[in-house]
């Protein structure tokens, strides 16, 4: 009886989502992890998704900063970036942001909890209608990710997380503005590098009306280590 209740979600989902004729979008992602000393660590990433083409990049981001381990589960961090948006392959949007971010694990045996918090203000500047605008954003995400095949994330390791994202704008309206959830696997092939894959559903909340993006998530992970201990994030659709 579950199972075949299950399914007939499952069912209804799809062709709810099939009958909106949403477009599946491409969310791929490179991230790069340095630990420079026992407490500090670097931290980059790019991206490139495509949004209204699955094949065809649209909007991208460029950022990085730096973490502090004030505890063994403790990590704050500041980064700034730059992102930006194409429609119809002609460039609309560009954005410098600039961010505080606060990040506390949790663990339950094999589990981990990670709460992140994150404070974001934005620039904006849309060349075609020569328009500059700001915003400041507050972000919470609780990922929950566990290894499959070992205790913890080490080289051979394949592990499973997924996550939800709220995001509230405080000079827009509506206040809640997105929401983002995420499910995958992931394999850490090395001491360097892992990979992950998986499925994001985003939902945009507009004043008149409501947008849905459906991705396919891609991810190449690499981490340097010169300290003592290794790090292995677990990949997530940032």
């Given amino acids: 009886m579950k199972k075949s209740l299950s399914l007939l979600i499952f069912l209804f989902y799809f062709l709810q989502i099939s009958g909106q004729k949403e477009n599946p979008s491409s969310f791929n992602s490179i991230t790069l992890t340095y630990k420079f000393h026992p407490k500090f660590f670097l931290f980059a990433e790019g991206q490139l998704r495509g949004i209204e083409d699955f094949s065809y990049p649209d909007y991208y981001e460029i950022k990085g900063g730096i973490g502090y381990n004030l505890t063994k589960n403790h990590k704050p961090f500041i980064g700034i970036g730059r992102y930006g948006n194409y429609t119809n392959k002609e460039f609309v949007k560009e954005e410098f942001r600039f961010w505080l971010q606060d990040v506390i694990d949790l663990k339950m045996g094999k589990f981990k909890f990670e709460n992140r918090f994150r404070a974001e203000k934005s620039w904006f500047y849309e060349p075609i209608k020569d328009v500059h605008s700001q915003r400041v954003r507050l972000r919470y995400r609780l990922n929950i990710s566990v290894p499959l095949n070992s205790e913890t994330v080490e080289p051979g390791t394949i592990f499973v997380n997924a996550f939800d994202e709220v995001f ?34 985003q939902r945009e909340f507009g004043k008149t009306s409501n947008k849905n993006i459906h991705s396919i998530f891609l991810a190449l992970n690499i981490s340097i280590d010169k300290a003592e201990k290794k790090i292995y994030p677990f990949p997530g659709a940032d």
């Fill in 168 to 201: 509230f704008v405080a000079t827009d309206d509506p206040l809640f503005a997105r929401n983002r959830f995420f499910s995958g696997f992931g394999y850490q092939i090395d001491r360097n590098f892992g990979i992950a894959s998986g499925y994001v559903w």
